[in-house]
C-alpha cells in the first residue's frame, strides 16, 4: 500500500495564471536589466534554480551564490504581486483526492516533490488554501537536479514516517516526463496527470505506472492499494 504521496505543484495541483514567468521576467528585467528574458527557456518540470542558471550563463551573469540569493529574494516578492493580480486556480479532482487520501483506513504521508524553491512552494499554494495538506517535501532550493530532489523527499518521508519505504509504497503526481523520471529514480510508483503542458499520449510514451486526464478520474483506492 502507499505510504507516501508526494506531489508536484505547477500543472499538477494549481495553474497559477503565469505568475511564477512573470515573476521571473520581472527579476531578470529589474535586477539583472535583461528584458524579455523568459524569451527561449523552458519552464514545465525544471527546478527554478536551474533555469537561473541556465538565465545566467546566456546572458553570461557570474552564477555565483550572492546572485542566486539576490534572484530569489526579489522573485518571492514579484511571485506574490502576480498571484494576486492573476486567474490561476486549483485544478480538478485535486481537493477530491487530498480528501481522499486522507479517508484512506490507513492514510499515507502526503507531501511534495517540486523544483519550486520552499517559499515560492509556500506562496503559491497558501494563495490558493492548499498549503496545510501537506506534511513533508522536498524543494528546488534542496537541488537543482529533480532526481536528487525526489531522493530527498522519500528520506525525509521516511523520517516522518519512522520506517524505510518500498518502492511499490510510494506514489509520485505529476504533469509532465521529469515527474516520471525522477519517480523511477527513487524506485516509486508514478500517476502521470495532463492537466499541465503535456498530453496523454506524450506522457504515457515515458511508461508511468498510470495515466489520466486529470485527477478527477483517479480511483484513489485502486491506486493507493494496488500491489
Known sequence: MVRLALFDIDGTLIRTGGAGMKAFAKVFAS???????????????RTDRAIVREFFTHHQIDPAEENFRRFFDSYVFWLDQALGQGSG???????????RLRALPEPPAIGLLTGNVRLGAEIKLAHFSLWD??????FGDDHEDRNQIAAIALRRGQQLLQRDL????????????SDIACAKAIGARVL??????????QLEEHAPTWVVADLDRVCVE???EAR
Open 31 to 45: 535586477e539583472f536589466n535583461v528584458p524579455n528574458g523568459t524569451d527561449l527557456i523552458s519552464f514545465a518540470g
Open 89 to 99: 486556480r486549483v485544478l480538478p479532482g485535486v481537493q477530491e483526492i487530498l480528501r
Open 133 to 138: 495538506h501537506f506534511q513533508t517535501g522536498a
Open 166 to 177: 518500498r518502492g511499490n509504497e510510494v506514489l509520485v503526481i505529476g504533469d509532465t516526463p
Open 192 to 201: 502521470a496527470v495532463a492537466t499541465g503542458s503535456y498530453e496523454l499520449g
Open 222 to 224: 485502486e491506486v493507493c
